[in-house]
């Protein structure tokens, strides 16, 4: 590994020319496996439509009633809130694929 704490032109040449030196004392890796090329994958089961559809107001009346048992039971409680990701995914052999998902 080649490490650096300067962001000049010299600076970053001599950093990539010191890690292609030590890639070059490496040992072939037995187990290494190459990057994909184009795949089929299933429909991912991951996002949800009523999930990514919660609003605020849903959050906080959730979180209302949430409190209230709570107060009722003397317990703790967490913090409820709502995520929408993308993940895309490419490569230089022609893998194109993403995924959506939700979770709350």
Known sequence: MATINELDDASLEKVVRRSEELATLAPENPEYVSILGPQTYA?????????AAITPKMRADAVA???KY???QSCGCRIFGRHQRLFPMMNSKGLQAYNTSTNH
């Open 70 to 72: 709570l107060k009722m």
């Open 65 to 67: 009633q949430s409190l």
């Open 43 to 51: 429909d991912p089961k991951t996002y949800v439509p009523a999930t």
